[in-house]
């Protein structure tokens, strides 16, 4: 991961679970990082122990459901750093989990509002940059359940697919210049994400032991891999970390 030190990264959802993991992950490979969520407190905190350790780091409140704070957020980078060389997509919400028929109309927006329309945000603000530098790389959060449907999950089974075919989009009209964008399915993470998973007893995720999900680190040592050359073949795909061979290549296991 040598080739990533003296970068700048925009991590959304950093607040927490695989987001700080990115982070973190990233200072330690020498990356200089921009912590994005909507709890101010925890980022700056994070980013104040980073610093601690050696590290570079900045922290900005923001809701990626609004594109002018992920714009802002792209312009700290840029500001402090001098350059975005990668973005994480990876700001994303599964409650309130609940059959269509129960689904509140507003809250399930209001998910795919994050989910979609914040990773949209983030490709439409920091292409242009991207494309000025002549270089960059994308990783957008999608998951297994953008083509599995899973009950419960309509909102971000919907909200995931869509994510999908916006890496492909974006590969296909960026990848020549020079910016490759690539999706993440981590497969289930040890987050609180699946307590809420956990106490919605819906569908077979719900069924699942907390210690049958990988670390938010191993998602995170994922990521840092698909920013790295040894990557590029994964350029507008959706790398999936549930097999070996996929967690070999990223040396999780030998």
């Not at 990233?26 to 980022?43: D, N, P, T, W």
């Not at 312009?75 to 409650?95: H, R």
């Not at 490759?180 to 032991?209: C, F, H, W």
Request: net charge negative; proline share 2%; aromatic share 6%.
């Amino acid at each position: 991961m040598r080739e990533l030190s003296g970068r700048s990264a925009l991590i959304t959802g950093a607040s927490r679970g695989i987001g700080e993991a990115i982070a973190r992950k990233f200072a330690k490979y020498g990356v200089r990082v921009v912590l994005a969520a909507r709890s101010e407190g925890e980022i700056s905190r994070i980013a104040d122990e980073i610093v601690q350790d050696g590290g570079q780091a900045q922290a900005i409140a923001c809701d990626v459901s609004s594109y002018a704070e992920v714009a802002a957020a792209v312009e700290k980078c840029t500001a402090t750093f001098g350059s975005l060389d990668i973005l994480v997509n990876n700001a994303g919400v599964i409650d309130p989990i609940s059959r269509l028929a129960d689904s509140d109309p507003e809250q399930w927006a209001t998910t795919v509002d994050v989910n979609l329309k914040g990773v949209y945000y983030g490709l439409r603000a920091a292409i242009p940059v991207m494309e000025r530098q002549g270089s960059g790389v994308i990783v957008n959060f999608s998951s297994g359940a953008a083509a599995n449907a899973l009950e419960g999950w309509s909102h971000y089974c919907a909200a995931k697919a869509a994510v999908a075919l916006l890496t492909q989009c974006a590969d296909k009209e960026y990848r020549d210049k020079g910016i490759r964008v690539v999706g993440i399915r981590p497969g289930t993470v040890a987050t609180e994400m699946q307590v809420s998973i956990k106490a919605s007893g819906i569908n077979p995720i719900s069924q699942l032991d907390f210690s049958d999900h990988i670390s938010p680190e191993w998602a995170a040592e994922a990521v840092a891999w698909l920013c790295t050359a040894d990557a590029e073949d994964q350029a507008g795909l959706d790398f999936s970390l549930k097999d070996d061979a996929a967690r070999r290549r990223v040396g999780l296991i030998s």
